[in-house]
C-alpha cells in the first residue's frame, strides 16, 4: 500500500511565497509522475503542475515563471515552490503521485491523490 503526505500550505500576502510538498511511502516499486492539481469551489480539478520521472515539467500558463516543481527522487517527494502569489492563487491544492506498487508481482499500478492543503493569497 502506497501512502502521501502533504504539508505546507497556509495563509500569504499577495507577492508571498509558499512551498508544498508531497511524500510517497510505503510498497513503492516505482513513481512515473508526481504532480501538483488545484481546485476551487464549484470548479473543476486542474493541473498546476506535474514532473515525470525523466525530471520533465509541465505548468499552467497561469503559473508559468512563478512557480517552480520538483522532485527528490531518494525521498520520493515532490515540492511546489510558489513565489510572487495573487489572489486568484487561492485554492486547495491536491498533490497526485502515479506509479507502480510493489505490494503484488507484478507490480501494478497506483494513482493516489492526496487529502489537500489550503493554500489562502489575501492582504
Known amino acids: 500500500q502506497v501512502q502521501l503526505a502533504e504539508s505546507g500550505g497556509g495563509l500569504v500576502q499577495p507577492g508571498g511565497s509558499l512551498t508544498l510538498s508531497c511524500a510517497a511511502s510505503?510498497?513503492?516499486?516505482?513513481?512515473?509522475?508526481m504532480g501538483w492539481y488545484r481546485q476551487a469551489p464549484g470548479k473543476q480539478r486542474e493541473l498546476v503542475a506535474s514532473?515525470?520521472?525523466?525530471?520533465?515539467?509541465n505548468y499552467a500558463d497561469s503559473v508559468k515563471g512563478r512557480f517552480s516543481i520538483s522532485r527528490l527522487n531518494a525521498k520520493n517527494t515532490v515540492y511546489l515552490q510558489m513565489n510572487s502569489l495573487k489572489p486568484e492563487d487561492t485554492d486547495v491544492y491536491y498533490c497526485?503521485?502515479?506509479?507502480?506498487?510493489?505490494?503484488?508481482?507484478?507490480?501494478?499500478?497506483?494513482?493516489?491523490w492526496g487529502r489537500g492543503t489550503q493554500v489562502t493569497v489575501s492582504s
Open positions: 514532473v515525470n520521472s525523466g525530471g520533465a515539467t
Open positions: 510505503g510498497s513503492i516499486f516505482s513513481i512515473v509522475a
Open positions: 497526485n503521485v502515479r506509479g507502480y506498487s510493489s505490494s503484488s508481482d507484478p507490480p501494478s499500478v497506483f494513482d493516489l
